[in-house]
């Protein structure tokens, strides 16, 4: 772990002897995350618990890339960075805000160019339809067909989500979660 905080991801994942067992420390890895809004960076980079920011005249490697930085009253990216970089400490960030649909449609195209081969996102949009894909999920599955391994959280709106107790149901093909009714 780097800088002067831990998270409190990386030890509940047991990150830290996953490194030490394998030697893995995201070297190699490009790791994209799109947010609404990234916050201010300064102080986690100056205490080292996110990586400096690119800088195509000192490095051709970026640590950290910020190609928009999106709503800054959000700091959920500054969040997920910092998890991020305890988690796999070598990996190179790239980091996109999207506090609208359409800066999400054009992130996740960001992404794509960018060559991230993972993708952390928790934005999600309150008009997306509920039981069929729209132009966000649209967006996202282009990247999982090219590869592209993504990670989304959900629920990310406090109690304001479907609070039940669900049970596994059985299917040749799945495990789905059903839930109470009502």
């Known amino acids: 772990v780097r800088g002067i905080m ?11 002897d996953l490194r030490i067992r394998t030697g893995a420390t995201g070297t190699g890895i490009r790791i994209g995350v799109i947010t609404r809004g990234l916050g201010d960076i300064a102080p986690a980079t100056r205490s080292g618990d996110l990586p400096s920011v690119f800088d195509p005249e000192s490095s051709p490697y970026p640590s950290l890339q910020v190609l928009s930085r999106g709503d800054n009253d959000h700091a959920s990216g500054l969040a997920l960075l910092e998890v991020l970089h305890d988690v796999a400490p070598e990996a190179q960030l790239v980091y996109h805000g999207a506090p609208t649909e359409l800066d999400y449609l054009l992130a996740v195209r960001a992404m794509r160019y960018a060559g991230v081969q993972i993708l952390v996102t928790d934005v999600s949009f309150p008009r ?12 996202v599955i282009g990247l999982v067909n090219d590869g592209i391994l993504v990670v989304a959280a959900a629920g990310e709106n406090g109690r304001n989500q479907i609070q039940q107790v669900a049970s596994p149901v059985a299917n040749p093909d799945r495990v789905f979660h059903q839930f109470q009714s009502g």
């Open 6 to 16: 831990g998270t409190t991801g990386d030890a509940l994942i047991h990150a830290s």
């Open 128 to 139: 997306d339809p509920t039981f069929s894909d729209g132009p966000a999920a649209d967006a």
